[in-house]
């Protein structure tokens, strides 16, 4: 297997040990060094299989100092191998700075196809998995937080969160005040032994006193689903315009492009008000 100059990003299993695939225990076996963001959690996979590759940590607080080293080692020839606690690295864990900088400096990266926890919390939930957007953890600050709801409340693909257990109920309650009361799956400890689903409605899960809030959770939320406008909402809206001074030609207009709906049924009701 020819692993020169080349850095390796490799998942590792999110619960079950056998999640591993025989790719990724080659890889870590082949390379020369393996950055782990914690090289004690770490360690006992690397003994479960053999590997017995130098592992050298890398974390947040360490990541701007080891980039540099890590571009001298590959300069060398040397091939690196980085592994998170769990899942696949870079994704809501540290990473991200180290890929630009092995990138910029011309150096190929390869991700290994493995294990993460959203996608198949994803494709069990139920939601549609077809069209999605992931954001992880949500910043702490509340400003923050807020400011994402407002670029996505409107968005119609389903929506994907990881949550802390120590605030489930309060974030829940934070979906719920932002985004209404849509459908939405909490996926618990993926791949682990007490892997379970809660299906219902943000306010359901928020109200739910029999779930067991110790563990890892990905929320799963339904996209924005544009409500269907009706004879009656065409009515009111008519109603209203004509009562602020437009004509009813310009208040049938106007209806039709708010509501999208077909100019001969507003026109019909408009005729119908017009009479009464």
């Given at each position: 297997?020819?692993?020169?100059?080349?850095?390796?990003?490799?998942?590792?299993?999110?619960?079950?040990?056998?999640?591993?695939?025989?790719?990724?225990?080659?890889?870590?076996?082949?390379?020369?060094?393996?950055?782990?963001?914690?090289?004690?959690?770490?360690?006992?996979?690397?003994?479960?299989?053999?590997?017995?590759?130098?592992?050298?940590?890398?974390?947040?607080?360490?990541?701007?100092?080891?980039?540099?080293?890590?571009?001298?080692?590959?300069?060398?020839?040397?091939?690196?191998?980085?592994?998170?606690?769990?899942?696949?690295?870079?994704?809501?864990?540290?990473?991200?700075?180290?890929?630009?900088?092995?990138?910029?400096?011309?150096?190929?990266?390869?991700?290994?196809?493995?294990?993460?926890?959203?996608?198949?919390?994803?494709?069990?939930?139920?939601?549609?998995?077809?069209?999605?957007?992931?954001?992880?953890?949500?910043?702490?600050?509340?400003?923050?937080?807020?400011?994402?709801?407002?670029?996505?409340?409107?968005?119609?693909?389903?929506?994907?969160?990881?949550?802390?257990?120590?605030?489930?109920?309060?974030?829940?309650?934070?979906?719920?005040?932002?985004?209404?009361?849509?459908?939405?799956?909490?996926?618990?400890?993926?791949?682990?032994?007490?892997?379970?689903?809660?299906?219902?409605?943000?306010?359901?899960?928020?109200?739910?006193?029999?779930?067991?809030?110790?563990?890892?959770?990905?929320?799963?939320?339904?996209?924005?689903?544009?409500?269907?406008?009706?004879s009656l909402d065409a009515e009111q809206m008519l109603i209203k315009l004509l009562s602020e001074g437009l004509s009813g030609k310009d208040a049938v207009t106007e209806t039709v492009s708010a509501l999208k709906l077909r100019k001969n049924i507003v026109y019909d009701i408009y005729t119908k008000l017009k009479k009464a």
């Amino acid at each position: 297997m020819n692993t020169k100059a080349i850095l390796y990003l490799v998942p590792t299993p999110i619960g079950n040990l056998q999640d591993m695939t025989f790719r990724a225990i080659q890889t870590l076996k082949d390379v020369t060094l393996i950055l782990a963001e914690d090289t004690r959690t770490s360690g006992f996979l690397l003994k479960h299989y053999e590997i017995r590759t130098p592992m050298q940590s890398y974390h947040k607080h360490n990541e701007r100092k080891r980039c540099s080293e890590i571009i001298e080692r590959l300069k060398k020839g040397d091939s690196i191998a980085l592994i998170s606690d769990a899942g696949t690295p870079v994704i809501s864990d540290p990473g991200e700075l180290l890929v630009k900088e092995v990138i910029a400096n011309d150096f190929e990266v390869i991700c290994l196809p493995g294990a993460t926890a959203f996608v198949p919390a994803l494709v069990a939930s139920g939601l549609c998995p077809s069209k999605f957007s992931f954001h992880g953890f949500l910043p702490e600050k509340l400003k923050d937080k807020t400011a994402i709801m407002e670029n996505i409340k409107e968005n119609s693909e389903t929506l994907i969160f990881y949550i802390s257990p120590h605030n489930i109920s309060s974030e829940l309650e934070f979906f719920l005040n932002h985004l209404g009361n849509r459908k939405a799956v909490l996926a618990k400890e993926i791949s682990k032994f007490h892997e379970t689903f809660y299906r219902g409605t943000l306010e359901s899960l928020m109200k739910d006193d029999t779930m067991n809030r110790k563990g890892e959770f990905v929320l799963i939320i339904e996209g924005f689903v544009q409500k269907q406008a009706n004879s009656l909402d065409a009515e009111q809206m008519l109603i209203k315009l004509l009562s602020e001074g437009l004509s009813g030609k310009d208040a049938v207009t106007e209806t039709v492009s708010a509501l999208k709906l077909r100019k001969n049924i507003v026109y019909d009701i408009y005729t119908k008000l017009k009479k009464a």
